[in-house]
């Protein structure tokens, strides 16, 4: 009898090493709140209802990309209460650059971003991710936004919009609700919102795309009260050299922008107006020369409304 008390007590003090052991080896999400740490599965991302799921990308640490962008592909932030988001920051002091921290106020895992304070959020697609062979650091939206003082923290990718998806990551709205990407901890200085083209290319209606454009500005316009916003419409010809649903849906954009009192920049007919059709490398991307032109188009539209970095 004393053998086998002594046999199961062994067996209980082995498992319990052994839980002791899985849980000490996980990495560690900070809860800003109140300094509690709490493990989290490298491998996987959080849900709505807090259990895993496979993430939709690898989360990497988010290195300083060439031109001062910090790249952000990842899925793997866990979405909270379906956008009520704090009326104040969250300030993240004394972390490291690049912790991943819990937003206690709407449960979100959000990132700490090195000099938040000069630094310009931006949300888009391929224009700014990248495409034909021009790497995202090097893009007219990211350029522009460097040249008049800004870092760059990019969210969003290829082939989605403000209703438009990819096939790893929702529209803009969608992956925000959802944890498609890390969001800032604290308040940049500037959030950008650029987009529209997929969105025109697939065939949404002008009523969808303002619906979930006026959801995406109302819920950072909360979760970030004192920085600034912008939002940079749809690149496109004129709408008599072809511009089509693109040049359409840049106006649409712009009536977002007035109903939310953010600037709105038009890009609705820079290919015309700035004679950039010999710098297209397909329909709608640039080369790599059409992205330094546009780069400079953009700046001089930022600093003509006083949108420079402080």
């Known amino acids: 009898m004393a053998k086998s008390v002594a046999h199961t007590r062994f067996r209980v003090l082995t498992l319990t090493g052994v839980l002791l052991l899985a849980v000490c080896a996980q990495p560690i999400i900070q809860n800003v709140n109140d300094g509690v740490t709490s493990p989290r599965i490298s491998s996987g991302a959080f849900s709505h209802a807090g259990t895993m799921r496979q993430p939709t990308g690898s989360a990497g640490s ?44 709407n449960d979100r895992i959000e990132r700490v971003v090195p000099d938040i304070s000069r630094t310009a959020l931006l949300i888009g697609d391929s224009q700014a991710a990248g495409a034909a062979g021009v790497p995202g650091e090097r893009t007219w939206p990211r350029q522009g936004l460097n040249r008049v003082g800004y870092k760059v923290y990019f969210v969003g990718g290829g082939g989605t919009g403000y209703m438009a998806a990819n096939s790893t990551t929702g529209n803009y709205y969608d992956a925000l609700q959802h944890g498609d990407w890390y969001l800032p901890s604290s308040a940049p200085q500037l959030v950008v919102f650029e987009g529209g083209g997929n969105d025109a290319a697939r065939g949404y209606n002008n009523e969808e795309i303002v619906a979930n454009a006026d959801k995406l500005v109302a819920s950072l316009q909360v979760r970030y009260p004192t920085s600034k916003f912008l939002m940079l419409g749809t690149l496109a010809r004129s709408q008599n050299d072809g511009g089509g649903r693109r040049h359409e849906v840049d106006t649409v954009l712009a009536s977002v922008a007035k109903k939310h009192g953010i600037p709105f920049v038009s890009a609705g007919n820079w290919i015309t107006q700035y004679n950039l059709g010999s710098d297209l490398a397909d329909r709608v991307h640039m080369k790599m020369t059409g992205h330094n032109k546009l780069a400079t188009i953009f700046s001089n539209k930022l600093k003509a409304i006083n949108l420079q970095a402080r």
């Open 62 to 105: 988010g290195p300083i990309a060439a031109g001062g962008a910090t790249q952000v592909n990842a899925a793997g932030s866990n979405s909270g209460n379906q956008g009520n988001y704090p009326a104040s920051n969250i300030i993240a002091a004394g972390l490291a650059d690049g912790t991943l921290v819990r937003n206690p106020r």
